[in-house]
């Protein structure tokens, strides 16, 4: 079963860095875009950073920007997230969403399982 394993969140300190990556298991054969999302408790999901694997473009929201850098290494079928910087304001549970191509054909667009990032002041 096809699905997308995130990892990396945790608890930092305001001004410290964080790298959450995203891994797509099963018959993947490409990873063809990911974004990144966060949601906090009763507020809708907020876009982050995106990125294509057709010329690696990027594209970010403007609160992360010169923060976060969003990468994609589809030899190892994971996306990154590297947060650096981190604000109090960061707080959120963070989702990668990836459109995947499939080993055998089609593509299909899922989302990760969600990873908690606290950073204290």
């Known amino acids: 079963q096809v699905q ?9 300190q305001a001004g410290g860095s964080l790298r959450l ?3 797509a298991s099963g018959s993947i054969f490409m990873i063809n875009e990911m974004g990144w999302y966060r949601q906090g ?3 809708q999901r907020e876009f982050i950073a995106r990125i ?3 010329g690696g473009f990027t594209t ?3 609160s992360v920007k010169d923060r ?4 994609l290494d589809n030899a190892k079928n994971t996306g990154y997230l590297q947060m650096n910087n981190l604000e109090p304001a960061d707080t959120d549970v ?7 191509t499939f080993q055998l054909g089609g593509h299909r667009r899922l989302w990760g ?6 950073v204290s002041s």
């Open 52 to 54: 294509t694997a057709n």
């Open 94 to 100: 963070y989702y990668c969403n990836a459109d995947l």
């Open 21 to 23: 990556s995203c891994t």
């Open 4 to 12: 997308l394993v995130e990892s990396g969140g945790g608890l930092v």
């Open 41 to 43: 408790p009763g507020n």
């Open 60 to 62: 970010y929201a403007d």
């Open 68 to 71: 976060f850098t969003v990468s």
């Open 113 to 118: 399982q969600g990873s908690q990032v606290t």
